[in-house]
């Protein structure tokens, strides 16, 4: 097994701690019941209060600990090339809205901290999309238009302040960093302040749509609420399908400290080389270089540890920074470029959805936010760009069809192709002896696929491998020590508890006890 680079855990966890909030422990009713306390949910949920709405949010873990508190916390409305994308596929006033909506967020981020006066290392930067190799400086001019039309302060360069040469980027002024931990803290403190509720360690697993909303909890205490809003990172209660237009991917990050006279003053993505996202953070006496890349779908990579190393050395080579830390983020995206931000159903305007960021959820977060109260509180005076993000928009599904039939068929193929691998053999299928510690495989006791994994003591811990989203087989991630569906996107420890959705339920545990049979 590769050393990976680094000590794992995200910066924003270790340096920004956020109170413990109680577990559920007896039914209760709200206004509105919000699911999910990432920066969507709790900017729903902080919006809502303002309004005077009784809130309850429910998080199955700890507040901000999932998707957000992974992120590289860039607050940008450059989303790599999406402008060009949009005008040509949306039209130039969809174009033009996206960035309206995306600068909204932004300034309300500014607005709220000066509010609360908390300081949540909110700098202001440029946003840069670039590329190294000369053939990809056509379609960022065609970008640096299509943003400055859509009303972005956007040019084209070929200067930047990387310590490498690009061929060309898009730079966008007036956009910024922050602590988003940090930033939600705060936000969560002023929510209860003004008597709404948080819940830990509630996992929903059932929603009910009567006279009221009725929500079920794993342990069995219920919530009954006007509206719901499901801020899951992947939706769950999809009822409406969405699942079938996002697809998943993970992103590994590393980070290093970087004396302040190095830093690249500025955000930087581009998505040469499995993508690399560059940014800096206050750290000490300098600066902490974050650095994100090597996208992958989850369950589909057997070398994430060799990942992880290629990210550690394209950051040393390229800005002389050893790596300290490491983490890994998830995020969907919707197959036609949109978040999906509005009604979860088409017949009820009762259950909200917030997903398919695509990876810049921060501004997108704040931005559901905004757009969920709004639907909410005043249905009938909807903001300017509802239209844009709402789930069921008209022409959606039609323009991302090719999209969605290619992600239903990597569905398809890995729900048949890991079967049939662990029938006939290959590197799924070996026995469980071996299984060195620290690792994982899938195999076939009594006829069933099975989940092992084996940890540091030797000790072995079996459990199905069926996923319990819709029944796609898991593999193992070893260089995060989980169990990842294919499909859809959940993840699992290894006893089989959810780490993320849209699973509800754990995989079923076996007794180690078979596997000597």
């Keep these: 097994m590769n050393r990976l680079p680094g000590t794992s855990g995200s910066h924003w966890m270790r340096t920004a701690a956020i109170p413990a909030h109680p577990p559920l422990t007896e039914d209760t009713d709200a206004d509105v019941a919000v699911i999910g306390a990432g920066i969507a949910g709790l900017s729903t949920a902080w919006e809502l209060s303002r ?7 429910l998080d199955a873990g700890r507040v901000a600990a999932g998707v957000t508190g992974h992120t590289t916390g860039k607050l940008t409305a450059l989303h790599t090339t999406v402008y060009d994308g949009l005008r040509s596929s949306h039209g130039p006033d ?3 809205l996206y960035a309206e909506s995306q600068m909204d967020a932004l300034r309300h981020v500014a607005d709220v901290a000066t509010e609360l006066g908390v300081d949540c290392e909110l700098e202001p930067r440029p946003a840069l999309t670039y590329c190294e190799d000369p053939e990809g400086v056509d379609a960022l001019r065609a970008e640096a238009e299509a943003a400055k039309s859509a009303g972005l302060d956007a040019s084209f360069v070929t200067e930047t302040d990387l310590p490498y040469p690009v061929a060309g980027a898009v730079r966008v002024e007036g956009q910024a960093q922050f602590h988003p931990l940090k930033y939600l803290r705060a936000l969560a403190a002023d929510l209860v302040a003004r008597g709404g509720r948080i819940h830990e360690h509630a996992r929903v697993t059932s929603l009910d749509r009567g006279e009221r909303c009725r929500l079920t909890t794993s342990s069995g205490v219920t919530v009954t609420a006007e509206s719901v809003v499901v801020a899951t990172h992947h939706p769950v209660f999809d009822r409406g399908m969405l699942a079938a237009r996002l697809t998943q991917h993970r992103d ?6 970087l004396p302040s006279g190095q830093d690249p003053q500025g955000m930087y993505i581009t998505t ?3 993508k690399r996202s560059v940014r800096t953070a206050p750290y000490g006496d300098g600066r902490l270089l974050i650095v994100t890349g090597e996208v992958f779908a989850p369950g589909t990579e057997g070398d994430t540890e060799g990942r992880y190393t290629r990210l550690a050395e394209w950051t040393r080579e390229r800005f002389g920074v050893t790596v ?4 890994a983020a998830q995020d969907n995206a919707a197959t036609d470029t949109v978040p999906l931000i509005g009604p979860l159903h088409h017949d009820d305007h009762r259950v909200f959805v917030a997903s398919g960021f695509a990876g810049w959820g921060m501004a997108g977060g704040v931005l559901a936010g905004r757009l969920l109260s709004g639907l909410i509180t005043a249905p009938d005076a909807p903001a300017a760009w509802a239209d844009l993000y709402d789930p069921r928009r008209p022409g959606s599904v039609i323009r991302s069809a090719p999209a969605v039939a290619k992600a239903q068929w990597d569905v398809g193929k890995h729900f048949v192709k890991d079967r049939l691998d662990t029938v006939v053999g290959g590197d799924v299928a070996r026995t469980v002896d071996d299984i060195e510690p620290g690792e994982g495989a899938v195999l076939r006791v009594d006829g069933k696929p099975c989940a092992v994994h084996r940890d540091e003591a030797g000790n072995l811990h079996p459990l199905s491998a069926v996923c319990t989203h819709l029944g796609c087989l898991v593999s193992f991630n070893p260089a995060e020590r989980t169990w990842e569906c ?5 993840r699992y420890d290894t006893d089989g ?4 959705g849209p699973a509800l339920q754990p995989l079923e545990r076996y007794d180690p006890e078979d596997l000597k049979r």
């Design 51 to 57: 309004a005077g709405r009784r809130v309850i949010v």
């Design 94 to 96: 969809a174009a033009r």
């Design 252 to 257: 590994l990050v590393v980070a290093g400290p």
């Design 272 to 274: 040469e080389d499995g």
């Design 324 to 327: 300290t830390h490491r983490w």
């Design 486 to 490: 294919p499909c859809h996107g959940s």
């Design 497 to 500: 508890e959810v780490l993320q």
